[in-house]
């Protein structure tokens, strides 16, 4: 009888519904009411925060129960500059173990009661299909990090993130927090490749380092040209996910992480660099990360390893920008600083000149410079503004790079 009675009911119930008004018919949640759900599901799995926390390490995880073990024991051995032991307390990670099909809640609860010494906590989460990427669990990491530390060290707690994949030095937290205190606001560590001797000679390896050295050098070349006070040589190129830092300060003045699919990290740094905060790429701030070509993300490190692999199969180079044209645009930068700085923008020869130079119309150019909050703001919409730089072969433009630096013919 009841088996029979089920489906009528079932019919009866869609029925109603149908004829019901439509303010009675349930409304599917918005995007920012699902969001409020994830972040108190988050924020439920937490204890407080320990009185004597200074610094919030985060992880996004979905499916890394093999790479976690050694990520968190090498956030476990983290000691000072000197070598000593960190106060108890003063650090702890946050990992946020994303619809997982594997056991990483299960390992970072196991790596919790293997390593006493750190604070060490985890939340599950299942995030919605469009909302099921890293920005995303970024963000919600980070959103909840600001607040813990807003409770106990207020807006100088800093904010760190980090990989499931990657292995931090021993210093590595003591190295940020002291470019910090040398006056960063935020800090992008060195993230190096987990390599085994084996994959040395690979091919997609010497593409790899070559692209590095490229980078590193164009860095050189660059802080010849137009200096950055905070940020001065040596120094390198990278500030992504696997090693960045930033005060509390400095996140909410950006407005928080951009919550998109992939290049979170590089779309936090140009907010930081469009409010002109003092931000350090340092080499003293060290990681190691996995060489994955099967990553978590559409476009990251595993993805470049991939785009790599695919040209050297072609027998084709990599392209990346003209060191020529670099050079002339950090001259043109280095002369546009100094003009905006001066706080009188007024049309004349020399707005023109400068115009030329970063090849964007007079009349916009001191619109926009009118308009500017920093000098920041202002740079950014020249980038866009005048397009990409030229790409030449990879291999051509470390000669060009290494002929700047010996010759010394950067000055502006």
């Given amino acids: 009888m009841d088996q029979l ?40 799995q937490l204890p407080a ?57 299960a390992t970072v609860r196991q790596a919790a009661r293997r390593h006493p010494n750190l604070v060490l906590h985890v ?12 920005g995303r669990a970024r963000r919600l990491l980070l959103d909840e990090a600001a607040q813990r530390l807003e409770a106990t060290i207020g807006p100088t707690g800093v904010l760190l993130s980090t990989d499931a994949d990657t292995l931090v030095a021993s210093t590595w937290l003591a190295a940020t927090l002291h470019e910090i205190e ?18 040395e000679r690979c091919p997609v390896r010497r593409t790899q380092l070559s692209d590095a050295a490229y980078r590193v050098l164009l860095r050189q070349l660059e802080d010849q040209i137009d200096p950055c006070t905070a940020d001065r040589w040596p120094s390198h190129h990278q500030h992504y996910g696997a090693s960045l830092a930033l005060t509390v300060r400095a996140y909410r003045r950006v407005g928080g992480l951009p919550v998109v699919p992939f290049l979170e990290d590089e779309a936090l740094w140009q907010l930081l660099l469009q409010q002109d905060l003092p931000v350090r790429h340092s080499p003293h701030v060290q990681v190691y990360t996995s060489a994955r070509r099967c990553g978590r ?22 392209h990346v920008p003209c060191p020529h044209e670099l050079v002339r645009v950090w001259r043109a930068r ?38 500017a909050r920093t000098f920041g703001q202002l740079w950014q919409w020249v980038e866009a503004t005048r397009g990409a730089v030229l790409p030449v072969p990879l291999s051509g433009a470390l000669r060009d790079l290494r002929t700047y630096l010996r010759e010394g013919v950067a000055g502006a």
């Fill in 5 to 44: 009675a089920t489906p009528a009911r079932f019919h009866a119930t869609r029925e109603a519904m149908a004829t019901a008004p439509p303010a009675l018919l349930p409304h599917p949640p918005t995007e920012e009411q699902l969001l409020r759900q994830l972040e108190r599901t988050l924020h439920r």
């Fill in 49 to 105: 925060p320990c009185a004597a926390l200074q610094a919030c390490v985060i992880i996004p995880a979905k499916d890394e129960a093999t790479n976690l073990p050694a990520t968190l024991a090498a956030l476990a051995a983290q000691t000072t500059l000197s070598g000593q032991a960190l106060p108890t307390g003063m650090i702890e990670v946050l990992v946020l173990a994303n619809n997982c099909l594997d056991r990483t809640a």
């Fill in 123 to 134: 939340a599950e989460v299942q995030l919605p299909h469009p909302q099921a990427h890293v």
């Fill in 182 to 199: 040398l006056g960063a606001e935020a800090v992008g560590g060195r993230i190096l490749t987990q390599t085994a001797a084996t994959t």
């Fill in 297 to 318: 993300v559409e476009v990251g490190l595993s993805w470049q390893l991939r785009e790599w692999a695919n040209l050297t199969a072609q027998q084709r180079e990599p």
């Fill in 334 to 371: 280095h002369r546009l600083r100094a003009w905006w700085q001066q706080g009188a923008h007024a049309a004349g020869p020399e707005l023109a000149r400068l115009a030329r130079a970063v090849e964007v119309p007079t009349g916009d150019l001191l619109m926009q410079a009118r308009q």
